[in-house]
């Protein structure tokens, strides 16, 4: 692209995809915001309120305006998406989708989407089973999982071989406090915000992620994790290497499995989305190489301006 003088050019890339998840339908409608009034190609230049040109098609402070509040984006963002609306737009006019200058905003994103059926939509994508067989064997554990059990406990620390009876009875009124409180998880990790230095041990509070029955920790830990049928205090302390713990049960996650089919057809599927991605991405690149796309020299200083377009979201 060639830039305007003394601004700079854009490039206009993957923000295209934002076109087919709905984005251009939301940075501007003919029910609210400011109408796509005719506007004769090639005469826009960029200043005052023209913000940036695509083939000389204005690209106005309003429209940015609108657009940016429409889709709650900041008002760069929306600036792009309308760039990458117009370079498809002139794309389509000149693949024979129509050729009226004064293109309301509704036909040229139909005939946005016409031009996308025709090229990315007709273009076949052939995807090998043997792929994606490769795939589900290097990652079998993304479609199934153990059961796993998350928690939280707390920790009297315990030397090796010292004399742990002021931990225990110090945990066992913990445990009783925790079997009292109508949020055990909220109690226990309320635990840490004590003056617990004052403690003549030392004294942890832990969040645990979800672990296994296979989990490399302590056997006492997973022993009591795993004897409860729901979510709850561990009805005893438990002594493991490092000391004396209160465990609270948090979670219970199931097992997961899903059937090699599924997880064949997912993996497909996935293949086939980045695949049409990068056909999409190709073409994107060779328009936007055939369009000139013109900014404002203070385009970047108006968009981040408060004043002008409000607070950058």
């Keep these: 692209m060639s830039p305007a003088p003394g601004g ?3 490039w206009v890339g993957p923000a295209l995809v934002s076109l087919l998840l709905g984005a251009s339908a939301s940075c501007g409608s003919e029910a609210e915001g400011p109408s796509h009034a005719p506007r004769a190609r090639g005469s826009a230049v960029v200043g005052g ?23 709650n984006v900041t008002p760069s963002t929306a600036l792009a998406r309308l760039e990458d609306e117009a370079v498809l737009a002139l794309a389509a006019e000149r693949a024979g989708a129509g050729e009226d200058p004064r293109i309301a905003h509704a036909q040229r994103q139909a005939m946005v989407q016409a031009l996308l059926a025709r090229t990315v939509e007709v273009e076949r994508v052939e995807i090998d089973p043997a792929e994606v067989e490769a795939a589900y064997e290097a990652n079998p554990a993304r479609f199934s999982a153990p059961e796993q059990r998350r928690s939280a406990h707390v920790v009297a620390r315990v030397e090796p071989g010292a004399d742990d009876s002021a931990q225990q009875a110090w945990i066992a009124e913990v445990l009783a406090e925790l079997q009292a409180a109508p949020d055990p998880l909220a109690a226990t990790l309320a635990i840490d915000r004590r003056p617990l230095h004052e403690l003549p041990f030392e004294v942890m509070v832990q969040e645990v992620a979800g672990m296994a029955r296979d989990a490399p920790a302590d056997p006492a830990y997973l022993e009591a994790l795993f004897a409860m049928s729901a979510p709850g205090v561990v009805p005893t ?13 948090t979670r219970i996650e199931p097992e997961r499995a899903t059937s090699r089919m599924e997880a064949l057809e997912t993996l497909r599927s996935e293949r086939e989305a980045s695949l049409r991605y990068e056909i999409l991405n190709r073409i994107t690149m060779e328009l936007a190489r055939a369009s000139n796309v013109h900014i404002e020299p203070n385009a970047a200083d108006l968009l981040g301006n408060p004043r002008v377009l409000g607070p950058a979201r």
């Excluded at 690209?59 to 889709?71: M, N, P």
């Excluded at 302390?237 to 049960?249: A, C, K, N």
């Design 237 to 249: 302390p438990v002594r493991t290497e490092m000391g004396w713990h209160v465990i609270v049960l």
């Design 49 to 71: 309120e023209v913000l940036s040109t695509v083939d000389g098609y204005p690209i106005t402070r309003a429209e940015v305006e609108h657009a940016a509040r429409a889709a």
């Design 8 to 10: 700079p050019g854009r």
